[in-house]
């Protein structure tokens, strides 16, 4: 059991993230595992193959992140510098870890795993050379896996934030941590976790504060990240993470189709998930050339965003799409 011991200015310094880092880490982990997680399965089989037929599950990223639970080295999530930071902010505090850093997670790894792969004994070596292309890679991966449902995943968390920042507010902290996950609760100004080593998470080796981050892909369990100096981490499973992918059907188009037209207004419609042109083309009816011609109208306007994967471009709805499609999916 470990417990995290909070003065007044460590409540002060309390706050959530949204961390698309914690992400790219929780949502690859799920995918190695291998796992048919009932939660995510539409994105899974969506993904897994996109993964694979880029080779990112056989690089950097399956070299530090276990296929079942277990250690990842802490540089890969350094401390959000803000309440949601980009993921070019987040990759730019991971190139810059200094080496001895580096060196000290991958000996804990090594400790852990038994051994250092090939990759990884070159990161050890040479930490920036090795971090640049782990920042490439992980940029591949969020394009392919994450960016295209973006707009889905960061409103999960948002929620999730806001719905959090109720709680303190109206309850106080020790309401927020005891309803936060069966593992953690509140007592005498400690934050009392279970199953968790007494110096993995404490004061004697944290700085102060503490950084809450909710993760759309994170197992049952909670995930702790203790750096001297620095505030600690708790990431935990947000919200309604069980409705994430549940289908969102507009059946209701007709006054979007008299802004849009009535193509535009459908494939609007038909991105529910991630599709490529040729897909879309197939479920609409419409030719090759107008769902492209129409594509690219909706991208200018911003309703929606293109993902390259090898030779394809999958096209995704943004969130200013979802608000408009939001109101005909309760009225229809």
């Known amino acids: 059991?470990?417990?995290?011991?909070?003065?007044?200015?460590?409540?002060?310094?309390?706050?959530?993230?949204?961390?698309?880092?914690?992400?790219?880490?929780?949502?690859?982990?799920?995918?190695?595992?291998?796992?048919a997680d009932p939660l995510h399965r539409r994105w899974l089989d969506q993904v897994r193959p996109?993964?694979?037929?880029?080779?990112?599950?056989?690089?950097?990223?399956?070299?530090l992140i276990p296929a079942a639970a277990g250690?990842?080295?802490?540089?890969?999530?350094?401390?959000?510098?803000?309440?949601?930071?980009?993921?070019?902010?987040?990759?730019?505090?991971?190139?810059a870890t200094t080496p001895e850093r580096v060196r000290r997670d991958l000996e804990h790894l090594r400790r852990h795993e038994g051994?250092?792969?090939?990759?990884?004994?070159?990161?050890?070596?040479?930490?920036?050379r090795g971090l640049e292309r782990l920042a490439e890679e992980i940029e591949a991966y969020w394009e392919l896996a994450l960016a295209p449902y973006w707009s889905r995943v960061r409103a999960l968390l948002d929620a999730d934030v806001r719905h959090r920042a109720r709680q303190a507010a109206e309850h106080g902290a020790g309401y927020l941590f005891n309803e936060l996950h069966p593992l953690a609760s509140w007592h005498e100004d400690v934050l009392r976790l279970v199953h968790r080593r007494p110096r993995a998470f404490s004061r004697a080796v944290a700085g102060s504060g503490l950084v809450l981050?909710?993760?759309?892909?994170?197992?049952?369990?909670?995930?702790?990240?203790?750096?001297?100096?620095?505030?600690?981490?708790?990431?935990?499973?947000?919200?309604?993470?069980?409705?994430?992918?549940?289908?969102r059907p507009v059946t209701g188009t007709a006054a979007l189709a008299a802004v849009l037209?009535?193509?535009?207004?459908?494939?609007?419609?038909?991105?529910?998930?991630?599709?490529?042109?040729?897909?879309?083309?197939?479920?609409?009816?419409?030719?090759?050339?107008?769902?492209?011609?129409?594509?690219t109208a909706l991208r200018n306007a911003g309703l929606v965003t293109a993902h390259r994967t090898g030779?394809?471009?999958?096209?995704?709805?943004?969130?200013?799409?979802?608000?408009?499609?939001?109101?005909?999916?309760?009225?229809?």
Request: charged content about 20%; proline content about 9%; glycine content about 8%.
């Open 1 to 35: 059991m470990a417990d995290l011991s909070f003065s007044t200015d460590d409540l002060a310094r309390m706050r959530f993230c949204v961390s698309p880092m914690w992400q790219v880490g929780t949502s690859f982990g799920l995918l190695r595992s291998g796992v």
């Open 50 to 63: 996109r993964v694979t037929a880029a080779g990112l599950d056989r690089g950097w990223l399956s070299d």
């Open 71 to 95: 250690y990842v080295p802490d540089f890969l999530n350094p401390t959000p510098p803000g309440p949601a930071p980009t993921l070019a902010e987040e990759l730019a505090a991971v190139a």
């Open 115 to 128: 051994r250092l792969t090939g990759r990884l004994r070159t990161l050890h070596a040479d930490p920036r």
């Open 213 to 247: 981050v909710p993760c759309a892909f994170k197992g049952p369990g909670l995930s702790t990240l203790v750096a001297p100096s620095q505030p600690p981490q708790l990431a935990y499973r947000a919200r309604g993470v069980g409705t994430l992918w549940e289908p």
């Open 261 to 295: 037209g009535r193509t535009r207004a459908l494939l609007l419609a038909e991105l529910d998930a991630p599709a490529t042109t040729t897909e879309l083309a197939a479920r609409t009816g419409a030719s090759m050339a107008a769902v492209s011609q129409n594509l």
């Open 311 to 332: 030779r394809a471009v999958l096209y995704a709805r943004t969130e200013t799409a979802e608000a408009l499609l939001a109101p005909l999916a309760s009225a229809s």
